[in-house]
């Protein structure tokens, strides 16, 4: 007995040796909005919502140079918050040059994350002094790419929400007719290929920087081609991300015939609907996907064009069948 009650006065010992667990959370956020990283804006913060006092490391990755730039190490007491100041961590040489990098940061009580960003010199101001932005480099998971055109959406808002476009096709031009992938209905991410020799036509796509290191994700493909806006069957995004598609003939790569596969329709409505996972500067010196912008005067131009080539959406108005 006298054994037992030793062993049970050592393991209360041991436990009130050992400190208790501070309480709370630590969150690590990074600033979203474009600054200028040379005037010391805040590039991330770290809240401490525990009852402890931590400690914090940051390395500042250069993902062009593959070395650690810079490490900052602070502190964060319980209850409090630390504002880390950017900087501006390589001097480039040229306007519009581009450098990614990543912020890894671990805490005393092991909390671990990386931020990503790049910094851009965009100008020079009125002393010839350079001008940089920083700029959150965003990887896009499980996003919908489709070849540009009108919006279903806006054309038919009854048919579908989703930022789902159409390319109208005219399959009597013989060669190559090119169009831009859009990704996220934000970003330019790659070209659609209709290629027309005599009654054969392919289609095929190309994602910018694939094979050079910076490869997008592609997860699913989808082409579809409708002789008519009526015939349209859009994949389903219900529940968001389950991505079903509906059966289609057509495949990108694979040749087919206007005459069989299209009934001698030359004046056909294209559906491209992929799934990819990208960043938003896909490598680290000098790269980015261009933004799209819908209503740019360029884009509004090229989808009334493109509409003018289409048969009517509606054979009659809606609410005049049989007038």
Do not use: C
Not at 66 to 91: C, D, H, R, W
Not at 268 to 288: A, G, K, S
Request: hydrophobic fraction near 35%; charge should be negative.
């Amino acid at each position: 007995m006298k054994k037992l009650f030793a062993l049970l006065l050592a393991v209360l010992m041991i436990v009130s040796a050992v400190p208790a667990l501070a309480q709370g959370k630590v969150s690590i956020t990074q600033t979203k909005d474009v600054f200028d990283p040379q005037t010391g804006a805040t590039a991330l913060m770290v809240k401490n919502e525990t009852t402890a006092d931590i400690s914090v490391t940051v390395e500042v990755y250069d993902e062009a140079s593959k070395i650690v730039n810079q490490t900052i190490p602070f502190y964060v007491p319980a209850g409090t918050s630390f504002e880390m100041p950017s900087a501006l961590y390589k001097a480039l040489p040229e306007k519009g040059n581009i450098n990614t990098y990543y912020y890894k940061i671990a805490t005393s009580n092991n909390v671990k994350t990386k931020l990503y960003f790049a910094q851009k010199l965009v100008g020079y101001d009125q002393y010839n002094n350079p001008i940089y932005e920083q700029h959150v480099n965003t990887f896009y998971n499980n996003n919908t790419v489709s070849s540009f055109g009108p919006h279903f959406r806006d054309l038919t808002p009854e048919l579908t929400n989703l930022w789902y476009m159409f390319t109208p096709l005219d399959l009597t031009r013989q060669g190559r007719q090119t169009y831009e992938l859009i990704a996220s209905n934000m970003y330019v991410i790659g070209e659609v290929y209709v290629d027309v020799y005599g009654d054969t036509v392919t289609i095929t796509y190309h994602n910018y920087y694939d094979g050079q290191g910076g490869e997008t994700k592609t997860r699913q493909e989808f082409l579809g081609l409708y002789g008519s806006y009526a015939e349209v069957v859009l994949p389903s995004d219900v529940p968001v991300k389950s991505y079903i598609n509906p059966p289609t003939r057509f495949a990108f790569g694979m040749p087919f015939s206007i005459q069989y596969d299209l009934g001698d329709d030359t004046n056909v409505l294209m559906l491209v609907r992929n799934v990819v996972d990208y960043w938003r500067y896909p490598l680290p010196v000098d790269t980015e996907f261009a933004r799209f912008w819908a209503t740019s005067p360029g884009n509004k131009a090229m989808r009334e064009s493109m509409l003018s080539m289409m048969d009517p959406i509606y054979p009659t108005l809606p609410g005049e069948e049989g007038k």
